[in-house]
C-alpha cells in the first residue's frame, strides 16, 4: 500500500478530489417540490413471502456475522431457494460462517467454500444465480462489477463504496445490469419496511403540503473493535478491524447513517446540491475515523436537511429522520403530524390476539428486501437498486468529506472526484500504518 495516499495533505487537500475524471451521465430522482398523484415511485411488491418458480442457488461473500444473517434472510424469502457457496478473505471466517448455517440445517458444500483475497473470483465459477454481497464496503464496487460480468443477480449491502470513484463505478455497473436484465437489491431496509413506505405514499401524496427542511440523525454509543493479536500482519489487523479504517467502511457517516440520509434524499425526490459540516475525534481507540459528524445538506430552493451521526458512550443517543412541511411534518416512519402537533395520520400495525398494536411490521423488512428480489427474478420483472444506494451513499461522502475538509463541498465536485481510498493491490503482509486522523481548517497565527 502506498504510505503517500493516505498522507493528510493528498486526504484534505481540495485538489485531490476535484479532478478531471469522467463524470457518469446521470439524471436525479424527480424534484417533488409538490406531489401529486399518480406518485413517481415505483414501490416494491410487500409480499411476505416470494412467488414459487424456479430453483435460485446463491453464493455468500463476505461471511462475518452480517453476511451470514443476510444468508439466512436470503433463505427465509420463499421456497426453493439454496445457499449453496461461500467465500472471504479469512479461511476462519469461512468454516464459522458454515458452522453457523449447519446449526440451521443449511449444508453448504466444502467444495464450494473459498478464501483470500480472489475467493469471489472462485465463487463465480460454481452454478449459482445470485450473489450476496457482505463484504467490507471498499470491495463492492469491484465485486458487483464482477457479478454483473458473470450475470448473477445480486443483493449488496449498503454502503456500497467508500469514495466518489468506487459511487461512479458501482452507478455503471447498475447499468450493465439493467441492460441485460440482472435484478440487484440493496441493503437499504427502509425501502422495504412497509411502515416507512406508506408514510412515502402520505407524503407523496401531499399530506405534509411542500416540503420545506428536513433532518436525519443516528446517535449511538462505539461500535466494535478489534485488538491486535500476535501474528497478524497490518492487513490482517485491519480487515478485521474494518469498521474502524475509513478506506474499508467509509466511516460511520456512511456505515451506518447512510440509512438516514437515504430516507431523505427518498422523500425529498433528490440529492442535495452542496454540504456544509464538521466534525471530530475524542473517545476513539483504533482507527482514523471520527467520533461525530454535523453536516447541513442543500437540497437547493431553500430545502435544508441538518444530518447527525455520533458513536460514543454514555450520550444522548438515538436515530431517525423528520421531514417538515407547509401542512404538517412526519417522523417518515410511521406518523404524519399537523402544524399543531396533533396527529394527523398514523400507521396501523398488525395486532395481537388481545387486539393490541405489535408495533412491528408484518415481515421483517431484512427479509422482505430478499422477496422483493427473488420476486424480481421469478416474475421476469427485473429491478435494479445500486445507482440510488449509489447515490445515497455518495451524499454522505459529500458530508465527511465536508467534515474532514472545513469546506463547502458540491455535488458536481463529487462527481467529478477522483478521491480513491485503499491499496492498488491486496496482500497480506506489512503496511505503511500512518492513517492520520483529519483536522480541518489549518493552525491560527499567534
Known sequence: MEQNQFSRRNFLSKSAFIGAAGVIGMNALASCAKKTKPIDYVFP??????????????????????????????LSAGNDLELVALADVFEDKVWDCRNKLSKQKVDVPEKNCFWGFDSYKSLLEVDLDVVILATP???????????????????????????PVGARQIMATAKKAENIGLSVVTGTQRRHQRDYLETYRQVASGAIGQITSAKAWWLQSHVWFRTREEGWSDMEYMLRNWNNYCWLCGDHILDTHVHNIDVINWFVGKHPVEAIGFGGRARRLTGDQFDYFSVDFDYGNGVFSHSMSRQIDDCANTLGEMIMGTEGY?????????????????????????????????????????????????????????????????TAIMGRTAAYTGQKVTWDEMMSSTMKLGPEKYEMGPVAMEFPVPVPGTQHKE
Not at 416470494?50 to 436470503?74: E, I, M, S, W, Y
Not at 457479478?147 to 456500497?160: D, I, T
Not at 427479509?367 to 427473488?374: A, M, P
Request: glycine content about 6%; hydrophobic content about 35%; some cysteine.
Open 45 to 74: 411488491p410487500e409480499l411476505d413471502k416470494a412467488p414459487d418458480g424456479q430453483k435460485l442457488r446463491a453464493g455468500l461473500v463476505g461471511c462475518g456475522n452480517r453476511g451470514t444473517g443476510a444468508a439466512l434472510n436470503f
Open 137 to 163: 464496503p471498499h470491495f463492492r464496487p469491484a465485486y458487483f462489477d464482477a457479478c454483473v460480468q458473470a450475470k448473477k443477480h445480486v443483493f449488496m449491502e449498503k454502503p456500497v463504496c467508500v469514495d
Open 330 to 394: 412526519t417522523n417518515c416512519k410511521n406518523t404524519v403530524f399537523n402544524l399543531d402537533g396533533s396527529v394527523k395520520w398514523k400507521y396501523e400495525y398488525p395486532k395481537t390476539k388481545d387486539g393490541k398494536s405489535t408495533e412491528i411490521v408484518a415481515i421483517s423488512p431484512y427479509v422482505q428486501e430478499h422477496v422483493s428480489l427473488v420476486t424480481a427474478i421469478r416474475t421476469n420483472k427485473p429491478i435494479v437498486e445500486a445507482e440510488r444506494t449509489a447515490i445515497s451513499t455518495l
